[in-house]
């Protein structure tokens, strides 16, 4: 079965690893393109957009984070109770970690796993990915994998990927520990699941300025999509289509030590409903020196029409 593709390609990499020894970058970031289709009959398309961590741990091996977004194209069609039911469309947002395997200085295989998010009933599955590609010198990287999940009505799906990487440590950015440095601003994008494993995606800008050398004050504007589609509404007598937030919050991040940081903001998350709520969010994490931004993050809302959501956030920062 393709799901165990992995194990040949372990086992050819220990052949031959003894090949030409090469240097990876210590950090690179990477932005995908998917298409595809998948693996069932009758096919459906597959599209997505994705963004990849990749860490060097020797001169062949990288461990890899990747988080994303891909949509499956209807008609679906599943045999449920002894006739077809018609589901329509699919949007998935896996979130895997990994190996990626350099047999050289540019072909490459991996492996990946994780969770799958937004889901028929709002559920989850987990998810495997095994992919070959080839990187570019001047930064493009070519790629062909496959996708399966544990459960889910998603069928598998074999995809090519298409994306441009950038060599983290060429850029750098504020010591945490100097005060007074200019302003700082971060881009991230953020994924995670409610209270209730509802599938939660978004993005958020934030602005950071010196106070101590280990004292930051914050200041956040994001948008989230939380999917709910299957949710009734009661007073309205109809199914919502999930609820998107735009969250305008404040507040402090103090380092301890020159990466590891806890942070607290608090402000207010108004929906396209025309509803607002009291908001504030708890989080912990990682800066490096070369921009990249990494964190766990709780977010609290006040009134029940919000739901709290718990979500990992990939960043890139930089001095303004």
């Known amino acids: 079965m393709i799901k165990y593709f992995v194990l040949p390609v372990i086992l050819f990499l220990l052949i031959n690893i003894n090949s030409k020894a090469q240097t990876l970058p210590d950090y690179r970031l990477e932005f995908g393109v998917n ?21 060097s741990l020797s001169s062949h091996l990288a ?12 008609p679906n069609y599943s045999f449920e109770k002894q ?28 492996y990946e796993a994780g ?31 496959y996708e399966g999940f544990s459960r889910s009505t998603v069928a598998d799906g074999l995809m090519l990927r298409l994306a441009y990487g950038i060599d983290l440590g060429k850029h750098e950015v504020r010591k945490p520990t100097d005060a007074g440095d ?23 800008i934030n602005f950071f300025r010196p106070l101590t050398g280990a004292l930051e004050a914050t200041a956040s504007l994001g948008a989230f999509h939380i999917f709910d589609a299957y949710r009734v509404d009661i007073t309205n007598a109809q ?30 998350a108004f929906d396209t409903h025309g509803k607002a709520a009291f908001a504030w969010a708890p989080s912990a994490g990682l800066l490096f020196r070369n921009g990249f931004d990494v964190s766990l993050r709780y977010s609290s809302f006040g009134g ?12 890139y920062h930089f001095k303004l």
């Open 304 to 315: 029940n029409h919000i739901q709290d959501f718990t979500a990992l956030k990939l960043g």
């Open 115 to 145: 969770a799958a998010f937004g889901l028929s009933a709002g559920s989850s599955s987990f998810l495997y990915s095994s992919f070959v590609g080839y990187r570019f010198k001047n930064g493009p990287d070519l790629s062909l994998k």
């Open 63 to 74: 461990a890899t984070i990747t988080a994303g977004y891909e949509h499956y194209f209807g």
């Open 35 to 55: 298409g595809g289709g998948t693996t069932t009959d009758p096919v459906r398309g597959i599209a997505g957009l994705d963004i990849r961590l990749e860490k």
């Open 83 to 110: 006739r077809y039911v018609y589901k329509g469309a699919s949007n998935v947002f896996p979130v895997k970690a990994g190996l990626k395997f350099f047999l050289n200085q540019n072909i490459y295989l991996g």
């Open 239 to 268: 199914k919502t289509s999930g609820q998107t937030l735009i969250p305008v919050m404040g507040g402090l991040r103090l380092f301890a030590g020159n990466k590891f940081y806890i942070q607290g903001e608090a402000g207010a």
């Open 182 to 204: 200019n302003r700082q601003m971060e881009f991230s994008i953020i994924s995670g699941t409610t209270n209730s494993h509802d599938a939660v995606f978004g993005g958020e």
